[in-house]
């Protein structure tokens, strides 16, 4: 439970693009509590925490238990920052708060062009957006009061996003007596 962790367990999810990366070293740089960013995709590469990649999708398969065996010990100290593009698969018990972030589906395309994605993974990950499908994933896995949604598309949205998070670990610390 969140209430045992003297550090929150922060997800920053969303399409791919849309800034999770961005705000999560944002993030760590302003939180008043010392928060260790995981970026997910990286630490599934890193550890070989996959079944196959997929050449045509230039994208892994995840084995899922092993990712959840990896990361358990981390949520269960709390303090970490977990950044990815999907977020069902985290047990709710790890949850304290999860951003969802979104983006102009126009903008989001030139976004993933300049990373030189195959053509039908920018177009799939272009209508995820538009369908809200993280959004949807994030409000039906964890309880309403702590799924945030903001917009990622500009400096400006970003400096009040990670302020805002900012905000809500101040109070998730007051809430829990600490200084
Ligand atoms: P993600 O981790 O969700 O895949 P990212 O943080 O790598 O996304 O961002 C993708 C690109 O878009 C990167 O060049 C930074 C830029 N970007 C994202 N959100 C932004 C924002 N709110 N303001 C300015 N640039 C942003």
């Not at 985290?90 to 990373?115: G, N, Q, S």
């Not at 964890?142 to 905000?167: F, H, K």
Request: proline share 5%; net charge negative.
């Amino acid at each position: 439970m969140s209430s045992s962790r003297k550090a929150p367990v922060v997800i920053i999810t969303g399409t791919p693009g849309t800034g999770k990366t961005t705000h999560a070293d944002l993030l760590v740089q302003e939180s008043p509590i010392p928060l260790k960013h995981i970026n997910v995709g990286e630490l599934v590469k890193e550890k070989g925490l996959y079944e196959e990649y997929d050449e045509d999708w230039q994208s892994y398969t995840v084995d899922e238990d092993k990712l959840l065996d990896e990361l358990e010990p981390l949520a269960s100290q709390g303090g970490i920052i977990l950044d990815w593009h999907t977020c069902e698969i985290f047990p709710e018990r790890w949850a304290d708060l999860v951003v969802v972030l979104r983006c102009d589906h126009t903008k989001l395309w030139d976004r993933l062009e300049k990373r030189a994605y195959p053509l039908k993974k920018i177009q799939e990950n272009n209508e995820a957006e538009i369908m809200e499908v993280v959004l949807d994933e994030a409000r039906s896995s964890y309880p309403q009061e702590i799924v945030v949604e903001l917009q990622s598309e500009g400096t400006e949205d970003l400096e009040s996003n990670v302020a805002r998070i900012v905000q809500w670990i101040e109070a998730w610390q007051k809430d829990r007596g600490q200084p």
